[in-house]
Every structure is written in structure tokens, then in C-alpha cells.
């Protein structure tokens, strides 16, 4: 624990019963996580992680007395196992020809459904549907019906409606589940579903959540962010990073304090610096925001060279066929567009149109991909496809969208130029400037900054040398007039020194001997 830093010490030491701790890019909170476990060998700790792969790379790191799970491995134990026949996710057309609907019917169903099992409410309501389809309420009403019956035929082991596996996690959740846990560690609380945060806040044990605010970027799947939303009894910070450098940790900084209104500062490692390039010549990773920007960067990649590139979660895990639609609208090959929501656009123009008063950043990278590719879109498409390995070692170039890269760090960043514009809007979404945060933060020892964020760092600074000047010259100000002030006292003081009694007088006549000494030496 020697090794520690003082902020690890104070989560380590910490016996609240609901701890927060705002563990910022890089800190070691696992290290910290795992020594406060060490310091607890009698307590029986649930570690609840948020995906299967970072549970089992725990297990590996914690003590024995720390179950290190998902919510959904937990909920399967429970009750997911009733139903493991049958596990799966229904689609649109069964529960159209099970329930005698439309299939746009039967999906918005499954989309309510979707979001009521992530919520912490114990009955569906209209509130559980898409914004978009809250006006009518009689539709509204309609689509409420049908998703209870849809919930119904996923519970019945005799029907063949597959329950999905946020399913079994509601049910278990509407249970209220008593985990008999002295101590729970929640990771990632910045981005848990309501119905997690439910479960572990009606536990009658020691509570440490662990996340950090600023990479809160799931809240377009009803995440919240439960570092802001709990009130917890105690926080503390983790600013110091073990990842990158002074630099690194200064543009973080600036861009959590000037539209996060973030008062801590992240302080990077001071033995190490970093470029401000990539060297090619070395395998680096690409961190887009958007598919399309991903999309855009590899095609520079296959077209010139032969070149292998690893996509994080897998090549089809992307929707680049996203690109392909644009694309086939663009070629006017209208009948070869398989998703909906491009299908229903007429022409390219009209996409283009809406993307632009939308303000939506992935058809901007979509039509801007489509206009400098062309015809050449499908050769692309192929080429990747083609040039893809599975194993990242064997890679050239890895390939990610800050979503993905969440909890992952390279050596060599190249930030694509999709991510928002700086500085935004004057509506702009929060998480925008997270995932801004949270690609920067990937990079280890070399970072290729976006445009507009280079622009904006420099604007930055320009205004930050002005305020400093505008300061020097008020402060001179104030100085002369502060010396004028004191010059007219000691003025006074000399002639009146006689005036005092006669200890405070031989005081002040030993001071003003003094004042002259200096000033004699500063002459
Ligand atoms: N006090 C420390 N002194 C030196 N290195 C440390 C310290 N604490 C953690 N580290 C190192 O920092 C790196 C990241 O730590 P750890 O794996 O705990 O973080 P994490 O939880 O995976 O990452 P993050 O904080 O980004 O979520 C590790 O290499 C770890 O050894």
C-alpha cells in the first residue's frame, strides 16, 4: 500500500456505507478497487462489472473474498436459467403474426419493451415508449397493451416468444433481490441502467460506486449517470493518471472545466511526455465518432495500401452497410437499401437536408463520406472487409469508435476529424464532449488531435495570454497605487512617532530603521 497515492489511501481507508468515487481516465481505480478488497479479507464483496470480458479479467486480479459479476450473470442464476431454452431475441415478424399486428406495431412493442427493462418502474407505460411515438395516445395506449402481452409470451414456457436477456434481468429486478453482500463495488456508475442502480441502492450493505461523470456516453440508451444522480455520503477523487502525460492531462482538463464546469484538474505523469503525431511506421489505432467517420479513414487505408486493420468488436459490429445505403440512396438504387431509416428518406438531398437540421453528427459523416468516395463506396466496403484480422497484435491498424474504446488505451491515437465541433453549439449534448474526452484519453505516448479541437486550444490559449496581460496591467495598477497609500502612512507615521507612548515609539523607531536598511540594499 506504500506505493499508493494519497487519494488511493483515502478510497482504501474509507468506511462510509456509500462511497463515490470519481475515478478520472488513467487513475488506477481497479488497483485502488483491489487494495480496498485486500484491506477487507472478513467482508464478502460483490464486484459488479459491465460487461462479461472486464468480470473476468477481475476475477483474475481480486482477493477471494470478491465475486466479481454482471448483473445479468447474477440474474441468470436467479432466474435467467428458467427460461434457458428459450433465451434469445424475438423478432418483429413473430410477435406480428403471434399477435395479428403490423410489424411497425410489433416493433415499436419490442422498443417499449426494451426501454421498461432497463427502467427501475415496476409496470410498462406510455412513458416506456420513443418520444416520437408518445403524441397519440390512443396509439400510445395501443402499443402499451401489446407490450404487456408480448412480456406475457416471453414468461410462458409454452409459447415460442424468446425471452431476451434484459428480460430475465427485470424479472429477477421486480423480485428484489437480497444479494447478502457485506460490500458492493459497482464499476462504471456513470453509465448503469436504472435497474441496476435500483437493486444495488435497496441493498442493506456498504455501497462503493466507482466511475467517472465525464464518461457518461450511454445515456441514448437510457443509461444514467449515477455518480451525479446519487447522493452519496462521501466522494473522493482519483485525478492523479498512470497513463499518459502532463499534457495529455492538460487538454483534459480544459475541456472538462470549460463545458463540463469540472473544478479538478487531472494531473498526467510527469516522467513521461508524448507526440503530438503518429508514427505510420508503427501499428496505431483510429478513434472515429461516428461509423461513418471509421468507414472514412479505413478507405484511405485499403485504397493506397495493403494493409491489415482490426476492428474492436468485430468487422460486422459496425454497421458500415449504414455507409452502403447512404450510398445506394446516393446512386439512386433505392431497392438495395435494407435500413429503414435511410429507406425512408426519397433522395440523397433530402437525407442531407435533414442531417443538417437535425444536427445529426452520423448522417454528417455519412453524406460527407458518400460525396468524397462515390462510386467507390462498395470497392471499399469489400477491401475492409478483406484486409480485417482478428487478433489485434497481427494488426497494422486497429480501428474503433470512442463508444468501443471505453476502458481500452493504445500507444498511438489518431482522433478522426468527426467528433463535435469546437467550441459547440450553444445546445450541445454533454456527451459529446465526453466521448471527445474519452478518445483523448486512449493514447499512451502519441495522440493526433481533431482540427477543430487543435483550433480550439490554440483560440484558447490566445485568450488565456490576453486575460493574463489584461491582469499584468491591473496589478501594476494596483501596485502603485498600493505603494503611493503606503508611502503617505509612513510619511505620517515619521512625523508622529513622538506621539506614542514610549515603548511603541522605540518599536516603531527600530521598524523605520529597519525600512531604511532594505531600502538603502534595494537602491
Ligand atoms: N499508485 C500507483 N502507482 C503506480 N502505478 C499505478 C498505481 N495505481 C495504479 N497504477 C497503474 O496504473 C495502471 C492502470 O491501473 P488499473 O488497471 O488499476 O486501472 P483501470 O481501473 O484499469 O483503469 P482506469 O483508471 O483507466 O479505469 C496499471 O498499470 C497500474 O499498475
Redesign the pocket.
Known sequence: MS???RE?ISVVENESMLLAVD?F????????LVEYSKCRPDKRILYIAFNKSVASEACARFPENVQCRTTHSLAYTRVGKRYQEKLGSPKAWEIAQTFQCNTKRAKDALQTLANWFCSADSLISEEHLDVELQGDSAVASDIVQLADKVFAAMKDKRSPIKMPHDGYLKIWALELPNLAFDIILLDEAQDTNPVTLDVVMRQDCQKVLVGDRHQGIYGFRRAVNAMETVQAKSRVALTQS??FSEQIAGIASALLTDFKGEDKTIVGRADMSNAWSIDRSQPFTIIGRTNAGLFSSAAALVLDNDVKLHFIGGFDSYVFGKVLDAYFLWADERSRITSPSIGRFNCFGDFQQYGVEAGDLEIAALVKTVEQYQSQVPRIYEAMKASQVSLQEKADVILTTAHRAK?LEFDQVHMQDDFIELPPEKQYDPEEINLLYVALTRAIHAVRLPESLTRWLRGRAQRTNSVKATETVDGTERWHSLQGEMSEREAWVRENVEAFDRTSADVIRFLLQKVDILRDALD
Open positions: 506505493s499508493m497515492t488511493q475515478a481516465a488513467g487513475t488506477g481505480k481497479t488497483t485502488t498512470f497513463r476502458g
